[in-house]
Structures are given as C-alpha cells and as structure tokens.
C-alpha cells in the first residue's frame, strides 16, 4: 500500500501553493502500457507504407491494364499501404445482475449512456451487447452504428416451452393437483422461487404480445396443454421481428449521431421500457459499433447478460458466449466481493476454460465508504489525521465571522485542510481495504495448490465519470480519489497488454513477409532474363503434388482421429453396465421422492430446491443432472486420458508426414523436366528461403494438434458438467426427458354424473406412469443412457474435430497455392510488351533500389529480437534432401510411431511347475 502523505497546515500551505486546479481528464493522452507494441512507432510505420505503396502507383500511373504483371503489381502495392489486422480479441464482462458492468464499460469507453444502466431502471437483463470499432469515423464525424441478432428458431422454441411451462404451473399447478394418486406434499413449494420463474415468463411473454391483456386474451391452460400456445409464440415473434424492421437474416440496423440517440432507438431491444413493444428476450446479440482508441487497438467487449437468469435457455445462452470469447472479465460489487459465492464460482470458471492470464477479476465500487466508519479507527494513521482533523475544526470554530481579509483567507485554507485530511481518511480506507480484499480473494482462489492467480482491480467508474463531467476543478469540489486510483486506468492498460502481441504479430508479418513480397514481384517484372519456360512445366508438376499427395493425406489424418476416436471409446465399453446399473439404481431413488418433489424436480429441468421433506434425498436439494454427471466422470476420465495418449506423438507423426511431402515436391520438381537452373531456384524457394514452405506447414500442423488437444479437455469438462454450468452433455440429453415425464399422463376415467371428485387416472396411475415413462426414457429403450451419452459425446468431438482439420488443411492448400502462384510468376509471358509497359518496368527498375531502402528504413523501426529472429536461425527444413521416406500413408505412419514409443513389455514369467526340490529351493533362496 503506498503511504498517504500527511502535512502539517504550514506544510500543506506551501504544498498548495504549487498546485494547479485540476482539469477535466484527457483520455485521448493516456499512456499505453510498457509493451513492444507501444513503443513501436506505427503512425511513422503507417506513413512511410503508404509513401511506398505511392510510390509504386505513381509509377504504374495510366499502365495498360491487359499488361497482366503490372496489374498484380498495383493490386499488390494497395494491399502495402494498410495493415492487414487480426480478428478483434473478443473481452466478455461477466457478473451477476447490478454488479457494475455497464457503468464499467460507460467508464472504459470514457463514454456515459453508451450502455443502459440499473440506475434508469433499464438494465440489460439478458441480451449480451457487443462494442466493436467503427474505424470510418477516425477521421471524420463520429456515427455510432446499431445492430440487433434475434435468437435462431431451435433456441426459441426451446425457451418458449420452458417460459410457458413455467407459466402454466405458477397459476395453474392446483389442476394437476386434483389427481387420485397425487399425495398432499409435507412442505409448500418455494413460493418466492416459483413466483420469480412466473415473473421472468410473464415479461418475456407479455414483451412478445406488447401487452399483458393481448397476452392473457391469447392464454388459456388448455391452449397450452395441447402445445399450440408454443405454436402461437413463434407466430407472435414472426410479427414482432416485422415490426422491428429486419432484414432476411433477421438483423435490424439503426443508426445515431451519438450513443444518446443510437440507445434511444435500441433500449427496446435490450430491456423493458413502459408503452414500448420490448423485444429483448427475443435477441441473441445486440452490436454497438463506434470509434474508440481502445476498441481500435484489436479488442472487442462484450457486455454479457448477468448470470443467475431463472430461464434456463438464457442461461445455456451466456454459457456459450463465454466459451467463445478469448478473456473474461469477472464483476462484482465491491461490498459482497469477499463472500459472494458466485463471484468466486464464475472465476473459477474463467481460468479453468480460458487460463488464468486471461482472466482479470474488477471490483466496481472502492468509493463506497460509511461515513460512520472514518472516525472509529484508532491505529494509525487514523489516528494522527483525527486528531489533525480536530484540531483543524477546532481554528475553524475560533475564527470570527467578519469579513476581514486574512480571517477569509485563512479560513478557506483550514477548509481546504480539512477537506484534504477527509479525503486521507477516505483514500487510506480504500487502499487498505483493497489490499486485504485482495489477499482473501486471492486465498480463495488459490486453493491448497500454487498456480498463477488473475489480478484482481478495484476500480469505481462513478468517481473516474466525474473526473469527465467538468471542464475545470476547485480543490474542494475536485473528487477524491485521482483518475489512476479509480482503477479505470489500469483495466484498460491490462486488456490492452493483452491484445498488444497478436497487434505486433500483425505488423510484423506485414512489414517482414507482406512488403518484402511487393518488391519479390517487381523484380521478376523487371528481370527479363528470370521469365524462363521451364517453370511453368515446373509449376504444372508442383499441382500433382496437391492431386496425389493432399487430399490422400488430409483422408487419413481423418481416419486416425477417426480411430482414435472409436479406440477411446471402445475403453468404455466393457464399463457401460456397470455405469448404467448405478444410473438405473439413481433412477430408482429418484422415483422414492414423494409426488410433490418429483415434479417440481421435472419442471426444474432437473433441479430440485431445497425442501423439508424429498423422502430418502438431502434435505438441501439437489441437481438432477449432476448426480448423472457425477457418475459419468469416471467413464469420462478415462475416455480423456486414453484419448490423451493417443495423441501423446502426434506432433512427431505429422513431422514425418510433412518430411514424405517435402521428398515428393523434391522428387516432383527433380522429374519437372526443366533446365538445371530453373528447377534449383524452385528449390531454393521451397526450403532454403528465410520462411520456408514447409515450416510454414508444420507450424499450422502444431497448432492443429494443440486445437485437438484443447478441444478435448474442453469436450471433457463440457461432459462432466465442471463448475456447474447448464451448458453440458447430459443436460443437451435430459431437457425434453424432463419435460416429456412431466407431462405424461394415461387417460382419465369418465367422471362419474353428478358427483364432484379429483381426476382418476386408468392404472398404473398418474405418478406410476410418470416413474415409468422415466425408466423407459433411461434404461428401456434400445439405446440406454450411458450408450447415448458417450455416443454423443463422440459425435460431437468427432464433428468439432473434423471442422479443424478442414479448416487447417485449408490454410496449406493456401500455402502450396502459394508456391505455385510463385513458380507462375516466373513463366514465359503469354502476351506482347507495349511500349508504354516497357516504360514503366524500366521506371520500376531504376526505382526499385529505393524501395528496397525504404523498406529496410522501415524494418529497422522495430525491435531489433524481430528482425533477429526474421531469418537468423536456418530453415530445419534447409538439409532434407536426402531424407529416406518411403510411401506410406498418415495411419501407417502414426501406428509405426506408436509402436516406437509403446514401453517394451517385460517377458512373461514360465508357469511350467519345476518338480525338482532342490531347483525349487534354490528358486526360493535367490528371491
């Protein structure tokens, strides 16, 4: 904790001298934090690109356009002149409902009402909110730019059904009360849990009408019952999104001068406002783009929707959201921080799916100080301001009110003291209830292992928001704690040390490979002598490779995942019975519960309250679907541990496959049929050059066997249901069981005329038939449970799995078209010069030694360890022409792999019995 300095008033006297009032604060000079990227001048970067794209255009000017070399030469120089950036890192806030996230993000963006508010009564309750750049209005009058996404239809319908439900069993749960078999429940519902679902359904429904008296017209138990009413809600979102204005895709766009008026248009669509068709249950994402400096930098927020939503779909929702982004940032109120429950579950949460350093955890009200508690501290340094304060109050009340020159000016200085030495108080307070929230945050998290811990700021927008409101600042109207104390500061320069080296990667390929490759071009234009024939034969042969050896390649990467996949599983097999015995017998327990419980634990998707009386179960409730998690954990350990060593080599395994590629090109380019000097160009351009083409694959290669990896830890803790969430394996099965069971019924008896008496079920009864419908849905049809969960566990990884191997596979066809496109650039012209195009290549050539400085110029802007590591090491592909590598495919190479590394076993002891006593005694003496 930094030490507060404590003046005397003859000292604070001269202090305050020297001390300027206060301007409002200027984010626009803020400093960035200590990084490489930060100290990379980009705007002379960006400049001296664009004078060297202008160059080469300025040369080009008024080219022939059939003159195909001169044409890529100009398309290539305007792609010089800008950066090409990565994807914005995507930032979700995540916290519980009036935890401060949008006056966090108001305060980040240093713009206020650019995100709604608990204080308007119009916070965003379930629709995520998406900042992204608007980079048009850098240079010009700033547009703020509105989109809104609406849920996709299988998403819908799932939530309608739920919202219903919900409904129907709020008003009308004393109809199905009236069954024979329906024993009086020992405890009441939780009626406030109960009247939260029905509140959270009614204002989603009444949204979806635009009033409640249109609702309850349209609502009637029976229509429900029959599921038409679910039927109907999808009609009524198809007229709500016509009303809203959508397009195809069913997106509507808006547009405003500033965040006041785009929010304007928008609040219906994040929130409930009075007398407005809302439509904000109804929306996936809402996207606010604006020009920001930080946005700018390659970051993109996300203002997410609170967690502890009472709909279940919402909260499945959010889930996803939060496995899609690259760092969260955990919010809580300052003041339940230490033992908010939540908090600490979501952070966990966070740093087991995105990594610790990627997680950063904010506290958003510091400021909140009892006046109460200022004076009650008697350690130090309270105890020395108090009784400076005292003394202060004390000259204050000795003074005369007359209006005497020095009486005033000594009385506005003992005002200013006494301000000061509260404000001390009040700073002192903050930074030493930080410091100790920190380390019992940090204790929590940390558990009984060492690991690295995110940082945890402390921030309060509201006081940062004031440092924005006035133009100047008296000393006693100034707020109390300084701009970096508000902590607002310090967020964005850790989110911005984030994002700073995928920044400098992209500069850095730009200036090293990107800009290289334009002057590359312009001297195979200008060197008549390198536009040799061979090379297009080369190139026609190099297309072979991509024939015979690609697509034969990516077919049986696919069949080893595909194997591996099918080996995992087939660990479990002989587990299964074992696995859907103990899930049979939780079936059975599940059917002791009493009538009451059992369904409420069916209409809670599986979750159960806590109660007085669930027969045989814990009295503090339970979850459903945990309970069949917890025992598929052990089925799944295995699976992602056998899974695991499998793909223990694979990274060795693709090394040999990318050495049989790089021997087939050589072997290609040896068999082209072109001259000696144009075949040892191509292969100096495959593998001698500083980023050669086989690195380039194998990187992509590593990166494909990290992306399974993760893939399947992330696979493993989706099917385990880690950290609670309703996003999970056996949840995605249980959904509409759970509402199927609820739901079921046999057929009434005929009432008896003239005689009122509760509904009489045909045999077995209601609740019988429900327990049995239940057994059946687990164990009775012909795929039972725990052969339905692995099943689809592994079509998902399978799914996922396939998607990264196209998407990956697709990058090195890139890479080899490439090559080819290189090897192209080099044939024999198929169309005459023109004299004017002449002109222009002679002026190209004489101007191509500039470029060639200016570029360099423009590479020694950078950090020297960059262009140390541009090419000082050599290629590990530079030697590999005379690899033995025979014709074997990718399974054939995997399974020699595996068998290499698979631990020799120890031969197998005789169990011939030796008859021979004294063999026998010597046997048993030498063990």
Not at 634 to 653: C, D, L, R, Y
Not at 808 to 820: G, K, T, Y
Request: glycine content about 4%; some cysteine; hydrophobic content about 35%.
């Amino acid at each position: 904790m930094v030490p507060i300095p404590l003046p005397t008033l003859e000292e604070f006297a001269v202090w305050l001298k020297t001390q300027p009032n206060p301007k409002r604060y200027d984010v626009t000079i803020e400093d960035m934090p200590d990084t490489p990227w930060s100290r990379l001048p980009r705007t002379t970067i960006d400049t001296r690109l664009k004078e060297f794209a202008q160059r080469i255009t300025i040369c080009l000017d008024k080219y022939p356009y059939d003159d195909k070399e001169l044409d890529h030469i100009e398309k290539a120089a305007q792609s010089v002149s800008q950066v090409k950036r990565s994807p914005a890192m995507q930032v979700a806030f995540v916290g519980s409902q009036a935890a401060g996230k949008s006056k966090l993000l108001c305060s980040l963006f240093s713009l206020d009402g650019v995100s709604p508010t608990g204080t308007s009564g119009k916070a965003c309750t379930s629709t995520a909110i998406r900042y992204k750049n608007y980079a048009e209005g850098k240079d010009g009058p700033t547009k703020f730019h509105g989109q809104t996404r609406f849920l996709k239809t299988k998403k819908l319908e799932a939530m309608f059904k739920e919202l219903c439900r919900n409904y129907y069993y709020f008003h009308h749960a004393e109809e199905d009360s009236e069954d024979e078999d329906d024993p009086e429940s020992e405890e009441a519902p939780d009626q406030s849990k109960l009247e939260a679902l029905k509140d959270t359904a009614e204002d989603i429904l009444v949204a979806l009408w635009g009033s409640k008296q249109s609702f309850l017209e349209s609502w009637s138990p029976s229509v429900f019952k029959s599921g038409a009413f679910v039927r109907l809600c999808q009609l009524k979102f198809k007229e709500a999104i016509d009303f809203a204005n959508v397009d195809s895709d069913s997106i509507a766009y808006m547009m405003g001068n500033d965040q006041h008026q785009l929010l304007g248009q928008m609040i219906r669509f994040m929130s409930q406002v009075e007398g407005e068709k809302c439509l904000w249950p109804l929306v996936d994402h809402v996207i606010i783009s604006f020009y920001s400096q930080w946005l700018e930098q390659g970051l993109e927020c996300i203002d997410s929707p609170g967690f502890g939503d009472s709909n279940r779909q919402r909260a499945r929702h959010a889930d996803e959201i939060r496995d899609s982004v690259q760092v969260e940032v955990i919010v809580c109120n300052t003041t339940r921080i230490e033992s908010d429950e939540m908090f600490l579950q979501q952070a966990r949460t966070a740093i087991n799916l995105h990594g610790a350093e990627n997680v950063r955890l904010v506290a958003t009200y510091i400021d909140i100080i009892d006046d109460n508690q200022k004076g009650q501290n008697e350690c130090e340094p309270y105890s020395t301001i108090n009784r400076l304060l005292e003394e202060t109050r004390e000259m204050l009340a000795s003074l005369d009110d007359e209006d005497d020159v020095e009486q005033i000016v000594k009385r506005n200085l003992l005002e200013k003291y006494e301000k000061y030495l509260d404000r001390c108080v009040k700073r002192h307070m903050i930074a030493e209830r930080a410091e100790r929230l920190t380390k019992a945050i940090g204790d929590k998290l940390q558990g009984r292992s060492a690991g690295i811990l995110p940082p945890i700021i402390h921030t309060s927008p509201e006081v940062y928001m004031e440092w924005l409101e006035k133009p100047k600042f008296t000393f006693k109207d100034q707020p109390a704690l300084s701009v970096e104390e508000t902590g607002i500061p310090q967020l964005r320069r850790e989110l911005l040390a984030l994002v700073a080296p995928q920044n400098m990667q992209d500069y850095e390929s730009h200036v090293f490979v990107t800009a290289p490759a334009v002057i590359e071009k312009i001297i195979r234009t200008v060197r008549v002598d390198i536009h040799e024939g061979g090379f297009v034969t080369i190139a026609d042969a190099f297309e072979v490779v991509g024939q015979k050896f690609m697509v034969p390649w990516k077919t049986g990467v696919m069949k080893v995942f595909q194997d591996m996949s099918e080996k995992s599983m087939k660990k479990l097999r002989a587990d299964i019975p074992a696995l859907q015995n103990r899930i049979n017998m939780k079936v059975e327990e599940w059917c002791k519960l009493n009538f009451a419980a059992f369904n409420r634990a069916m209409k809670g998707k599986g979750a159960l309250p806590n109660g007085k009386s669930y027969a045989k179960a814990p009295q503090s409730g339970r979850n459903l679907d945990k309970e069949l998690s917890d025992i598929l954990t052990p089925g799944i350990s295995k699976w992602a541990n056998t899974h695991a060593s499998f793909m223990a080599h694979m990274e060795e395994v693709f090394c040999k496959a990318i050495d049989q590629l790089h021997r087939r090109v050589i072997n290609e380019l040896d068999d082209a049929g072109g001259n000696m000097v144009t075949v040892e160009k191509a292969k100096v351009k495959w593998h001698n050059d500083k980023n050669s083409y086989p690195e380039k694959i194998k990187t992509d290669m590593m990166v494909l066997v990290t992306d399974i990896q993760r893939l399947t830890k992330r696979a493993s803790d989706w099917a385990v249901m880690k950290d609670g969430r309703e996003n999970n394996l056996v949840g995605s099965i249980t959904n509409e069981w759970y509402d199927d069971i609820h739901d079921a019924a046999p057929k009434l008896k005929p009432p008896v005329p003239g005689r009122k008496q509760k509904k009489v079920y045909e045999k077995p009864g209601r609740f019988q038939f429900q327990k049995n419908r239940m057994k059946s849905h687990f164990s009775g049809s012909k795929v039972q449970f725990v052969e339905h969960a692995f099943q689809k566990l592994q079509a998902k990884v399978d799914r996922d799995t396939g998607a990264l191997v196209d998407k990956h596979f697709e990058r090195i066809n890139d890479i080899l078209s490439e090559f080819a496109e290189h090897l192209r650039g080099r044939k024999m012209l198929d169309y005459q010069i023109s004299e004017h195009g002449r002109a222009i290549r002679a002026d190209l050539k004489e101007l191509l030694p500039h470029l060639q400085d200016e570029l360099h110029q423009i590479q020694s802007l950078f950090p020297r360890r960059v262009k140390e590591e541009d090419g000082a090491s050599p290629s590990k592909f530079a030697n590999y022409a005379d690899l033995n590598v025979d014709d074997a495919t990718f399974p054939e190479i995997y399974d020699r792999v595996m068998k290499m590394k698979k631990p020799a076993q120890a031969p197998k002891r005789s169990t011939k019995r030796d008859d021979d006593p004294k063999t026998k005694r010597m046997r048993i003496e030498q063990s």
